[in-house]
């Protein structure tokens, strides 16, 4: 069970949580400067991305090493640990799981050895969706599997089995055989590659050092390390980063479909995605919504935080007053022990409370940017009514979520969506608010300033732009289940990479390490 890890999001009830973030990924390539410091930075700017794992991996170019654990990227890491990660290039992952359970095994960076000698190390935001697919696909080339059981390690097996080719035309041989969403950073002894999905389901972008090249899911990571913007890495690009400067290459033609719920929910609000910058486009969210959803009332308030920038909007749009009603304690992590409904109930409220004083005897507009299961929503509007709340009407920035998201980010199932199963009369009801107004899907897209159809919608309007598998040979635990009937089959058994035996203490103990005679000495993964 992972520890209580002071997550980001604003969950209140942690056995039912919201839509939960996709990963944050990071590389850096550059000599001379302390790489796994500047990985660590840019894994604290994309913390919000994922908070189950962290892991770093650097190489000095005689050797890769990996360092991961389940915790936050602050928890995992601490200054002697970064300052025996050296090296002129590194990738970093912060993890939320999609595919395969939150264990030590699936936090990344993964990592495999070549029998020609070469190690390579990926890190994976996004999620695909032929998974099974390529599980038999490492199976018949007679690859073990190495503890995991995400897709990202079955990548990076498909990377390594191609001992005769380069990484990078390893890379361009299997990235087509993907299908999916997916934006990698990875890397071997000496180059930084970065590669996004054909569709650019999930962001990426490339940044400038003085001395390097920094690549990154946000903008904002690279404003942390004192990177420049140079540009997006372009759907179906491979990116290619070493002594010999950046080279590019095309793996598929560009078929653009950038995830909507980034501007909802996910991208911090200070990123650029596709030129537009996240928080301006959420202001204008909340304006749209107080165009298509007025109401007379005497305060606005967000839902902190995602709620801030629409609430801003719908305020500024509608001329009421906007201000606080909910102050939320950040340094709460999740909540394991729930014997009771009452002491759940204590646990809503050290997560969320409402400021008495503001919204008694107030009509309110509470504003939040979405509503998945209801369970949010439903308790903020009965806690604001035992505050002494006249009237809640709540406000949506995002259309009513139908259908689950297979590229990335961890929906609940279609059973458990709340609008899935009724309309907008009975999720008003449900929750308990007076009324209940979502943005409209064109409102909403109109305010990333995108083309419909450069936005994958589907988790709004069924339309998914990757063609999905059978419902049984996908979802977040498949590998956990066909995985092991596939490899069951496999005759060949390869031992995995280099990996830590199960042991207890928080301390890195080189001697806790099993050596594998079948890899190169310089691959290791260190278990803290």
């Known amino acids: 069970m992972p520890r209580g890890d002071g997550r980001l999001s604003h969950d209140l009830d942690p056995q039912r949580p919201g839509p939960q973030d996709a990963c944050g990924v990071f590389g850096v390539w550059a000599p001379g400067e302390e790489v796994a410091n500047l990985t660590y930075f840019g894994l604290y700017a994309l913390q919000h991305r994922g908070q189950e794992a962290a892991g770093i991996a650097v190489s000095d170019g005689s050797g890769v090493v990996v360092y991961k654990d389940l915790g936050l990227v602050a928890q995992v890491f601490d200054e002697p640990t970064l300052a025996s990660l050296r090296g002129h290039v590194a990738i970093g992952h912060a993890r939320y799981s999609t595919t395969g359970a939150s264990t030590w095994e699936n936090a990344q960076p993964t990592i495999r050895a070549t029998t020609s000698g070469t190690t390579i190390a990926l890190a994976h935001n996004g999620n695909l969706v032929n998974t099974a697919e390529l599980q038999r696909e490492v199976a018949e080339r007679g690859m073990a599997a190495d503890g995991a059981t995400n897709d990202t390690s079955l ?3 498909l990377l390594a089995s191609r001992p005769d080719l380069s990484v990078e035309a390893a890379a361009l041989e299997v990235l087509p055989r993907l299908r999916g969403a997916f934006s990698f950073v990875f890397m071997d002894e000496s180059t930084l590659y970065a590669a996004r999905d054909p569709h ?3 962001p990426l972008v490339l940044g400038r050092l003085e001395r390097g090249w920094v690549v990154a899911s946000e903008t904002a990571a690279l404003d942390i390390v004192g990177a420049s913007v140079v540009r997006e890495v372009e759907p179906g690009e491979l990116i290619a980063i070493d002594e010999d400067g950046l080279r590019s290459a095309r793996f598929a033609p560009p078929e653009p479909k950038g995830c909507l719920f980034e501007y909802v929910y996910i991208a911090r609000p200070d990123a650029t995605i596709a030129g537009r910058n996240v928080h301006a486009a959420r202001v204008q969210i909340g304006r749209q919504l107080a165009k298509e959803h007025p109401v007379e009332a ?19 749009e509608s001329g009421i007053t906007y201000g606080a009603g909910l102050v939320k304690n950040p340094y709460v992590g999740r909540t394991f022990i729930q014997p009771s409904q009452t002491l759940r109930q204590l646990g809503i409220r050290l997560k969320l409370n409402p400021l008495r004083e503001n919204v008694r005897g107030k009509r309110l507009v509470v504003v939040d940017d979405s509503i998945v299961r209801g369970n949010t929503q439903r308790a903020i509007v009965r806690m604001l009514r035992e505050a002494g709340a006249l009237e809640v009407h709540v406000r949506i920035s995002s259309p009513p979520v139908t259908w689950p998201c297979f590229y990335g980010i961890d929906f609940a199932t279609r059973a458990e969506l709340l609008a899935n199963g009724l309309d907008n009369e009975g999720v008003r009801r449900s929750i308990g608010a007076d009324t209940l107004g979502y943005v409209s899907l064109s409102g909403l897209i109109a305010a990333t300033e995108q083309p419909k159809s450069r936005l994958c919608r589907a988790c709004f309007d069924g339309e998914y732009p990757i063609e999905l598998p059978a419902a049984n040979l996908i979802g977040k635990h498949v590998l956990e289940g066909v995985g092991r009937r596939v490899t069951a089959g496999a005759s060949d058994q390869h031992t995995p990479p280099l990996v830590a035996n199960p042991g207890g203490d928080d301390g890195f103990d080189p001697a806790r390490l099993t050596s594998r005679s079948d890899l190169e ?6 278990r803290p």
């Open 521 to 526: 000495p310089s691959v290791t993964t260190h």
């Open 155 to 157: 990548v990076t097996m």
């Open 298 to 316: 005497d305060l606005v308030i967000p839902v902190p935080e995602s709620g801030t920038p629409a609430a801003i909007g719908f305020a500024a």
């Open 200 to 202: 650019g389901v999930r």
